[in-house]
């Protein structure tokens, strides 16, 4: 061992065999932007063997405020491919693996399946929901965070645990965006530490043990909070994300995008509603695929649907 680590190997908690467990893991940090980067930065920092970063966004100036992994240069990079030269400059004894990808239905099984332990850093509904299907599904723990505005969570979620479903089996219709609502990169920061934090306490084994637990921040109160959900029923049923590729010719399709954001749909024939407008549907016979950008809009619709009794639905995030 190197004298990079001895600073957290002199922990009591820690040690040379504490060391020696982090060098051994792999984890997958989907999402290279305001929460990935300090996750990225402090799992490398901490000596985890192996990063698989996933990330199919490019970098913009707007992202740099809360991004710091990247500069001026790195404009128009993939965050995936920028962020791994970042941090193998910043230790070259940790494997990173760039994967320039978005996160969908046919590749998440594939690369969950690496990891010991998966981050949750994208910030989008669909990614959060698809992850948690898949490592609820193989047992892996799952850390995800969320931040809107000047508020955020963190929480860690399956391996033997309760699902991301379990928890928040509904998507809040309040729900925005980072270009919409905005956000403060420190909260962002703070999030995304705390994300890193809980990974290595739980890698780590610590107790007491963080499974099953969502520590909340309020960055205006200066507040933190939290729960746990410990035991928490799952539901009953659920609305799975699929692929485009996926959607079938006898499909009932409903973009959920407005003309002005989307004026072409991809699916012919699709119908173009609006989550209050989802009763228009009436009661269908086929199944119904819902549509939108993040696959916010399309759980929120899903929820309605089936508090009318409608159960052969599927979900796609179009990006």
């Known amino acids: 061992m190197t004298d990079r680590y001895a600073r957290q190997a002199v922990l009591p908690e820690i040690g040379p065999t504490g060391q020696a467990r982090l060098a051994a893991v792999s984890v997958l940090v989907v999402g290279a932007g305001g929460l990935g980067c300090p996750v990225l930065q402090y799992l490398s920092g901490a000596g985890v063997g192996r990063l698989t970063i996933v990330d199919h966004d490019t970098v913009e100036e707007t992202n740099l405020h809360r991004q710091p992994l990247y500069g001026m240069p790195d404009i128009g990079k993939l965050k995936a491919e920028a962020a791994r030269t970042t941090l193998q400059r910043f230790n070259p004894h940790v494997r990173i693996d760039a994967v320039a990808e978005r996160l969908t239905p046919q590749n998440a099984a594939r690369l969950v399946a690496d990891a010991n332990i998966v981050v949750d850093a994208a910030d989008s509904f669909a990614v959060t929901y698809m992850l948690s299907d898949v490592c609820f599904a193989t047992t892996k723990p799952l850390v995800s965070a969320s931040v809107i505005g000047m508020t955020g969570y963190a929480g860690v979620f399956c391996g033997g645990g309760p699902s991301y479903r379990a928890v928040f089996p509904e998507v809040s219709v309040d729900g925005g965006t980072c270009a919409t609502v905005g956000v403060i990169g420190t909260a962002v920061a703070t999030m995304g530490s705390l994300q890193a934090h809980l990974t ?13 637990r969502v520590v909340t921040f309020d960055a205006k109160r200066l507040a933190f909070g939290g729960f746990d959900f410990a035991g928490s029923p799952e539901p009953e049923d659920q609305v799975a994300f699929i692929a ?10 409903v ?3 407005g003309l002005d954001e989307a004026p072409v749909s991809p699916f012919a024939g699709a119908r173009r509603l609006v989550v209050d407008t989802i ?10 695929v819902l549509a939108c950008r993040s696959g916010q809009r399309a759980l929120m619709a899903a929820d309605r649907l089936r508090e009318r009794g409608v159960t052969n639905l599927a979900l796609v995030a179009l990006g």
């Open 255 to 257: 973009d959920l995008r």
């Open 279 to 288: 009763d228009e549907l009436g009661a269908p016979s086929k199944r119904v």
């Open 244 to 253: 485009p590729e996926q959607v079938r010719s006898d499909d009932i399709v």
């Open 200 to 212: 290595l306490h739980h890698l780590l084994g610590l107790e007491p043990a963080v499974l099953g």
